[in-house]
Nanobody, 124 residues
Framework: QVQLVESGGGLVQAGGSLRLSCAASGRTIGTELMGWFRQAPGKEREIVAAVTWNGDSLFYARFVKGRFTISRDNAKNTVSLQMNSLNPEDTAVYYC?????????????????WGQGTQVTVSS
């Protein structure tokens, strides 16, 4: 099994920045593909960004618009999401995810492992 633990969420004003981190432990061989989803109140869960094991393929949702950067450190089994120029529409619970595959996928059902989530709140 793979355990994912997120950190770095919190409250920030519009225009501010936050950095989310996710540490993987356990059977980390199952974390070739890692990424982030989010779920805002009353909305469907959606993908934010994902990165393949060697970093050669990245995916960003359209709403990111160059504001977020995903990165990973395989030596430390971590993945991070740097979020800049945050706006109230980014308020959501952010989930770290991982999948035991090397291709890029973006559907929730493609990811076997999920963290507990970390709350991000952006005030106007």
């Amino acid at each position: 099994q793979v355990q994912l633990v997120e950190s770095g969420g919190g409250l920030v004003q519009a225009g501010g920045s936050l950095r989310l981190s996710c540490a993987a432990s356990g059977r980390t061989i199952g974390t070739e593909l890692m990424g982030w989803f989010r779920q805002a109140p009353g909305k469907e869960r959606e993908i934010v960004a994902a990165v393949t094991w060697n970093g050669d393929s990245l995916f960003y949702a359209r709403f990111v618009k160059g504001r977020f950067t995903i990165s990973r450190d395989n030596a430390k089994n971590t993945v991070s999401l740097q979020m800049n120029s945050l706006n109230p529409e980014d308020t959501a619970v952010y989930y770290c995810v991982a999948a035991d595959r090397r291709d890029m996928v973006i559907k929730q059902t493609d990811y076997e492992y999920w963290g507990q989530g970390t709350q991000v709140t952006v005030s106007s």
